[in-house]
């Protein structure tokens, strides 16, 4: 038996440490937390200076009975959970349930999986760091709180089943704002002139550094240019340099991942932990942009071998974040000799995105020049300007640009494209110009990346809670997460060309969304409800100020107690004062005004599944009902655009001999038919789908079923072998279970079916991407 236990949370991470160690080291996982508090009203003691009760989790007894014989026949325990306030208070809670003593218990941390961290961390051991203990209890106790009182505030108040969070509720609060400020947008339009020149028998692009604000400015100033003669009127070249960006922190490689690979955040920490376990790259839990100088050395020699000494600049990054832990490191990879690494695709694709991040940051600026030439209009005061931009000397550029979020940008002013030779004076031949009209347009709707850049600029949660926080609002319906179509708007466009002035209306669309961040109306109430009487526990700068707090408690400057009793006072007064809030003043419902022939009152409202509109009084026993669409929310759907949904269900026609009835359910519009229900599809709508449309819906599912199920068995029909995404499974009860390679899914027998099922692990019960964190 080893005479040294080491223990980390992942059994991945167990792999990869214990080919570092020799013999005489045992590597075990705890598989992440092994005790919580637990649910109901005894977890914490308020009375008792908010003292917590653990209790080991249902599901890792049987770890703990395994740890404890493995520590029997240790000499030595090492505790080496994550380097960070989670993996810390991991690390607590095994030594106070393992009863480890202090002589034979050390703490070692690491931040990458590597030969050389493994053996400087047993060289280099410590005590359990008890502030950084202390800072993840009162993150864990005091959103307890607030969840165990607000929730059931919720229940009585607004609707069964709803959650409120200390994070998760300020980041709808920001969606929901941001939904409104769009929906209160109102479009001004202007007239953006641009213009195609010829010099030396090459074309480029100008624009007028002005917009019009009328068409009859634009009119006139085009006209104008008809009768008008172009020239070089001033030019101007200058040097100009771009730097790279710093190496990748959790909330930027969020970003640049969804950007980049159009990953979800949730996806990105998942795939990333892949890599931290495989020893591929640094810990990828870090607000630090820094590097160490064993990295800097390392990073240095790939660039020289692999690109040439000119390319090579060392650099040191600083965060801005003043919570930043300046002693960790951003993430990198643990060998910069390999710009690749073996894995699955998308574990390929984010390496190599870390890879060039961290490696164009020791890299030399690109070195530009940048030409910036004035046209002259020979009956006119103003000037229009064209710009080109060559590159001299790529740098770090031959590597790595990083992206931007597009519709953040204003539009491009003109092509950043080489121009051709020119010199002041010289004539420039106008091929054409075009007035076209533009739009304002309001803030766009977060991704779930932009919500996470907007979350750490305001200093709210940190690189631990990003994605949990993301993934916990959508999961709870306050945020659904899709791409939306646009809406045709028509624009004007005037062009000069040849001596002739044309003009047309054209259409485009707009308001396009692609995988954007939108509020439920469940969202809307419960956001304002909070506001009204929560305003702390909501406000933005109450929430970075409380995280500020967890870093001074982990710090060592505050005690966590006091820190949560200066927060819990002022919270329960709030929640025994709305106590006394009647359900009837909570702002669920809206008066939209009276049926048109009936008279009977319409009202938008939130129901049991879903929000609704209402036509009659609560107690009519014929009142009618008919579910919001998609996209309409209470508080402005029109009473015109309520009237059109009471057109629902409406009969589409006939197929089979039975009725198609086209309808909105909880789960959006689908046609029913003989008792089967088939969704309809993105851009068809109930109010208008036809019946050959609706026949072929439900060809269609019928078809695609029936390529699903591949076979099943008469000794057991509850086991099916269908066909999915990633291939043929095989279906029993609730679980799936793989087909193994060397096995065809058409030739198997029930037999055979058997036997995979019970040489496979009953699949787990998926408790989230983060596996420490619950």
């Known amino acids: 038996m080893s005479k040294n236990l080491v223990i980390v949370e992942s059994p991945a991470k167990a792999k ?7 013999k005489d080291f045992k590597v075990t996982s705890s598989y992440g937390h092994i005790r919580d508090l637990p649910k109901g009203d005894k977890a ?29 026949d240790a000499e030595m325990v090492y505790l080496a959970s994550d380097d960070d306030r989670e993996g810390e208070a991991i690390s607590w809670h095994l030594k106070e349930v393992l009863n480890l003593k ?27 760091d008890y502030d950084l203990v202390n800072a993840q209890q009162a993150r864990r106790i005091l959103d307890r709180l607030v969840g165990f009182e607000l929730s059931p505030v919720l229940w009585k108040k607004i609707k069964t089943g709803l959650s409120a969070g200390r994070v998760q509720s300020v980041a709808v609060r920001l969606i929901v704002e941001r939904e409104r400020e769009i929906e209160a947008h109102k479009a001004k339009s202007s007239f953006r002139i641009t213009a195609q020149f010829e010099a030396e028998g090459k074309s480029f692009q100008a624009e007028l550094p002005k917009k019009f604000p009328t068409k009859a400015e634009a009119e006139a100033f085009l006209k104008n240019c008809l009768q008008a003669e172009f020239s070089v009127g001033n030019l101007e070249k200058k040097p100009a340099k771009k730097s790279p960006a710093a190496p990748f922190t959790t909330s930027t490689l969020q970003q640049e991942a969804s950007r980049k690979l159009y990953f979800s955040v949730a996806q990105t920490m ?15 839990r870090t607000d630090s942009v820094n590097l160490s100088d064993d990295a800097m050395k390392s990073a240095e020699d790939a660039i020289k071998h692999d690109f040439g000494s000119q390319y090579h600049k060392a650099r040191k990054y600083s965060t801005k974040s003043e919570s930043a832990q300046e002693a960790h490191e951003a993430i990198r990879p643990t060998d910069f000799s390999k710009s690749e690494v073996s894995g699955d695709r998308n574990e390929q694709r984010l390496y190599e995105l870390i890879w060039k991040r961290a490696i164009a940051s020791q890299m030399s600026d690109a070195e530009l020049e940048k030409t910036n030439v004035s046209i002259a209009i020979s009956n006119s005061d103003l000037t229009l300007s064209a710009q080109g931009e060559v590159i001299k000397f790529d740098g770090f550029l031959k590597v790595y640009l990083e992206s931007t979020d597009e519709e953040n940008e204003e539009e491009e002013s003109s092509s950043k494209s080489l121009l051709p030779p020119m010199q002041v004076g010289q004539d420039l031949k106008l091929l054409e110009m075009k007035g076209r009209e533009s739009f304002t347009r309001p803030a766009p709707r977060y991704t779930e990346a932009s919500l996470v850049k907007k979350l ?25 997460k899709e791409s939306r179509d646009g809406t045709p708007r028509e624009y004007q466009e005037m062009i000069i060309g040849k001596g002739e002035f044309q003009e047309s209306t054209k259409t485009e669309i707009t308001g396009a969304e692609k995988q954007k961040l939108f509020p439920t109306n469940i969202a809307m109430v419960v956001n304002d409800f909070l506001v009204e009487h929560f305003p702390n526990v909501i406000d933005v700068n109450f929430t970075a100020k409380v995280e500020k707090e967890f870093d001074d408690i982990a710090a060592g400057g505050q005690d966590w107690q006091d820190m949560i009793d200066g927060f819990y006072g002022k919270f329960h007064h709030s929640v025994e004062e709305t106590e006394q809030v009647s359900r009837q003043d909570v702002n669920t419902s809206r008066f939209l005004g009276n049926h048109p022939e009936s008279g009977r009152p319409i009202t938008a409202r939130l129901g049991k599944f879903g929000p609704l509109v209402q036509i009659g009084e609560s107690e009519d026993e014929d009142k009618q009902f008919a579910s919001l ?16 949904l009471f057109k629902l269900p ?3 026609g006939m197929f089979e001999d039975k009725k198609m009835v086209a309808a909105i359910g909880r789960f959006g519009p689908y046609i029913r038919h003989d008792g089967n229900f088939f969704s309809l599809q993105k851009e068809q709508d109930p109010l208008s789908i036809n019946e050959e449309e609706a026949i072929q819906l439900i060809k269609a599912k019928r078809e695609a079923d ?61 408790g989230g991407r983060f596996s420490k964190k619950k």
Not at 53 to 66: A, G, H, L, S
Not at 629 to 644: M, P, T, V, W, Y
Not at 735 to 752: C, G, R, S, V
């Open 629 to 644: 669409k998609k996209g309409q929310f209470i508080e402005n759907i029109s009473l015109e655009d309520a009237l059109e």
């Open 456 to 480: 750490e600029e305001l200093g709210i949660g940190r690189p631990s809670t990003y994605a949990p926080t993301i993934s916990t609002i959508q999961k709870r319906d306050y945020v659904i």
């Open 102 to 128: 202090d002589e034979n218990t050390k703490r070692i941390v690491f931040r990458e999986i590597t030969k050389n961290a493994i053996t400087k961390a047993i060289e280099n051991p410590r005590g359990i």
């Open 16 to 22: 990869t440490i214990e080919g570092y160690l020799g």
């Open 706 to 766: 029936a390529k699903k199920h591949i076979k099943s068995f008469e000794e057991n029909p509850e086991i099916q072998i269908l066909n999915g995404r990633w291939g043929p499974y095989i279906k029993f009860g609730k679980n799936n279970y793989k087909i193994p390679k060397d096995k065809e899914a058409e030739e198997l027998t029930y037999q055979e079916t058997l036997e995979i099922i019970e040489n496979q692990p009953e699949p787990k019960k998926r």
């Open 650 to 652: 409406r009969d589409v």
């Open 270 to 284: 998942s795939v990333a932990q892949k890599l931290y376990e495989a020893g591929k790259i640094t810990y990828m």
């Open 44 to 72: 914490i003691d308020i009375k008792n200076r908010f003292k917590p009760t653990y209790e080991v989790t249902p599901d890792k007894k049987e770890v703990i009975k395994t740890l404890k014989n493995l520590v029997k």
